[in-house]
């Protein structure tokens, strides 16, 4: 797709688009059927800068979309948010430790208010996030920036068109090269609402991990976990049910002077961008305690 943004307005270019009408777009790129209504309601999609119906034919040089709608109330906070990459549809950032994606109900600022503060002066970007991490996990978030691409990116998410890969620094040692797939199903613990646990009949839930590295000396490891699902909790809980707990996981794991943090970090987001068309790769840099350890195990 040939595109370019001009203010709020995404202008394509037809003669790049495979479809032939208004409603095969809606279709292909905009999902929610309330949000096409609206784009047509509002005149907010025009052919050439005329409105359109859903039954038009895609006939002209340009199909314009208003991609930023709305506008909302952001307010400015002194944390600043580690942008690892930014186009016209989505923001990645890297999230610190012991930060919640947004509120549980508190009064704590999340990546969520610092995202919004990063787009104090263009409210009209929406800054949703497509996933989160816990609180305790550090690396990389997705936000979607427009309202209007937001469902496509959900459903990317629940297609496994987005891919996740986290880095697991773990007690005890998990050869080098070794493979496992760990598909346990995960509930609630009863006795324990923050808590989640192997169950029976839990969520399904599917775990694939490889060994990167062994340190023998400090006996620790790193293993690289590949979502099939998104569970809460879900690498945590699978790691440490195969007796590799994350170091310095609370509620999971073990203690460890060799991190400051819990040994999670999310390191790399593999999607689909629909805008371009392409596979879209990023990675984030690890923080100094868990490169250090990358390194000492190397």
Same mark, same amino acid.
């Given at each position: 797709? /040939?595109?370019? $943004? *001009?203010?709020?307005?995404? !202008?394509? #270019?037809?003669?790049? %688009?495979? =479809?032939?009408?208004?409603?095969?777009?809606?279709?292909?790129?905009?999902?929610?059927?309330?949000?096409?209504?609206?784009?047509?309601?509002?005149?907010?999609?025009?052919?050439?800068?005329?409105?359109?119906?859903?039954?038009?034919?895609?006939?002209?040089?340009?199909?314009?979309?208003?991609?930023?709608?709305?506008?909302?109330?952001?307010? /400015?906070?002194? $944390? *600043?948010?580690?942008?690892? !990459?930014? #186009?016209?549809?989505? %923001?990645? =950032?890297?999230?610190?430790?012991?930060?919640?994606?947004?509120?549980?109900?508190?009064?704590?600022?999340?990546?969520?208010?610092?995202?919004?503060?990063?787009?104090?002066?263009?409210?009209?970007?929406?800054?949703?996030?497509?996933?989160?991490?816990?609180?305790?996990?550090?690396?990389?978030?997705?936000?979607?920036?427009?309202?209007?691409?937001?469902?496509? $990116?959900?459903?990317?998410?629940?297609?496994?068109?987005?891919?996740?890969?986290?880095?697991?620094?773990?007690?005890?040692?998990?050869?080098?090269?070794?493979?496992?797939?760990?598909?346990?199903?995960?509930?609630?613990?009863?006795?324990?609402?923050?808590?989640?646990?192997?169950?029976?009949?839990?969520?399904?839930?599917?775990?694939?991990?490889?060994?990167?590295?062994?340190?023998?000396?400090?006996?620790?490891?790193?293993?690289?976990?590949? $979502?099939?699902?998104?569970?809460?909790?879900?690498?945590?809980?699978?790691?440490?049910?195969?007796?590799?707990?994350?170091?310095?996981?609370?509620?999971?794991?073990?203690?460890?002077?060799?991190?400051?943090?819990?040994?999670?970090?999310?390191?790399?987001?593999?999607?689909?961008?629909?805008?371009?068309?392409?596979?879209?790769?990023?990675?984030?840099?690890?923080?100094?305690?868990?490169?250090?350890?990358?390194?000492?195990?190397?």
């Amino acid at each position: 797709m /040939k595109y370019e $943004l *001009k203010e709020r307005w995404l !202008y394509i #270019d037809t003669s790049s %688009l495979f =479809v032939k009408t208004i409603q095969e777009f809606f279709d292909s790129y905009i999902p929610s059927k309330k949000i096409q209504h609206l784009l047509i309601q509002n005149k907010n999609i025009l052919l050439d800068s005329n409105p359109v119906k859903r039954e038009d034919d895609i006939a002209g040089i340009n199909l314009m979309i208003n991609i930023y709608p709305e506008e909302y109330v952001y307010e /400015k906070t002194d $944390l *600043k948010v580690d942008v690892v !990459y930014e #186009d016209e549809l989505v %923001l990645i =950032v890297n999230k610190p430790k012991n930060i919640l994606v947004h509120s549980d109900g508190n009064n704590e600022i999340t990546l969520t208010d610092m995202v919004k503060s990063y787009y104090y002066d263009k409210n009209y970007i929406s800054a949703y996030p497509i996933h989160r991490l816990d609180k305790e996990t550090s690396g990389l978030v997705v936000y979607s920036k427009s309202v209007i691409f937001q469902p496509l $990116l959900d459903k990317l998410l629940s297609e496994k068109q987005i891919r996740r890969e986290y880095l697991a620094f773990v007690a005890g040692r998990f050869e080098t090269g070794r493979n496992m797939i760990i598909d346990k199903p995960i509930g609630n613990d009863r006795h324990n609402s923050g808590k989640r646990i192997i169950y029976s009949k839990g969520q399904s839930a599917l775990t694939k991990v490889k060994g990167l590295a062994v340190n023998k000396k400090d006996n620790y490891s790193i293993l690289l976990c590949t $979502l099939d699902t998104g569970r809460t909790h879900q690498i945590r809980v699978h790691l440490s049910s195969e007796h590799y707990p994350i170091l310095n996981d609370e509620l999971y794991g073990v203690s460890s002077s060799l991190c400051i943090r819990m040994g999670l970090f999310a390191r790399t987001i593999n999607m689909y961008h629909p805008l371009k068309e392409d596979n879209l790769e990023v990675e984030a840099e690890l923080p100094n305690d868990l490169y250090r350890l990358y390194n000492e195990a190397l």
